[in-house]
């Protein structure tokens, strides 16, 4: 059995574009996705917490989304692990966080580090590592959300975003896919996905995990 950890935000919680919706159902987030499309000898446990960060605190939230912070403890719960796909960078792009695109590469860095300096006991085996960088943001009807990720600026700046993380991702040696190839995020908050984008984001990696793991 293969053991997959899938690191991320409310894009890989399942967050429903509609303020009011519920959020998607358990087969329509990407990382259900995914593990169907893996076969019945991987698992895929997904860790998605809606507002975290790559690495950097928000003072605002009621639980800690500082995803440095958080991820040794999410390593040593579910280990053994064969491979960790962290895709996070979006609530980086909040002004209140930092606002830019290299800046949260910095921080997917920090991440890359994490992962590979945990796993030092005797016997352990350090993970295969996949960032992955998210859809893109979008021109939103939703005025509030808008201005809280950023507007125009936070767009621009989440156009950047694939080329800083691969070169963070060459720069460790460890490999890369962009979200934005396959998923677009929904005019009504601009940020989250709807059911058939975030299914899309699992299938477009099942190729990516499969060459990854030789299954």
Not at 41 to 49: D, M, P, S, T, Y
Request: aromatic share 6%; net charge neutral.
């Amino acid at each position: 059995m293969k053991t997959i950890l899938a690191y991320g935000d409310s894009l890989t919680y399942g967050a429903n574009p509609r303020p009011d919706g519920l959020r998607h159902a358990y087969e329509n987030r990407w990382p259900s996705v995914l593990e169907q499309g893996l076969g019945d000898n991987v698992r895929v446990i997904a860790e998605g917490l809606g507002g975290r960060t790559t690495a950097f605190d928000d003072g605002s939230a009621s639980s800690d989304r500082n995803g440095a912070r958080i991820l040794p403890v999410l390593l040593d719960s579910h280990k053994p692990l064969d491979l960790v796909i962290v895709m996070l960078g979006s609530n980086d792009l909040k002004p209140a966080i930092h606002g830019r695109a290299i800046t949260a590469s910095y921080g997917i860095r920090k991440l890359i580090q994490v992962v590979r300096g945990h796993f030092v006991n005797p016997g352990e085996v350090t993970p295969k590592l996949l960032i992955v960088s998210p859809p893109h943001l979008v021109p939103t009807r939703h005025a509030e959300m808008g201005l809280h990720f950023g507007g125009d600026a936070a767009i621009a700046e989440s156009k950047l975003m694939a080329g800083y993380y691969r070169t963070r991702a060459q720069e460790y040696g460890a490999e890369f896919y962009d979200a934005a190839d396959v998923a677009h995020a929904d005019p009504l908050d601009g940020v989250h996905l709807d059911p058939a984008n975030t299914r899309a984001i699992g299938t477009g990696l099942v190729p990516v995990v499969k060459s990854l793991l030789g299954l």
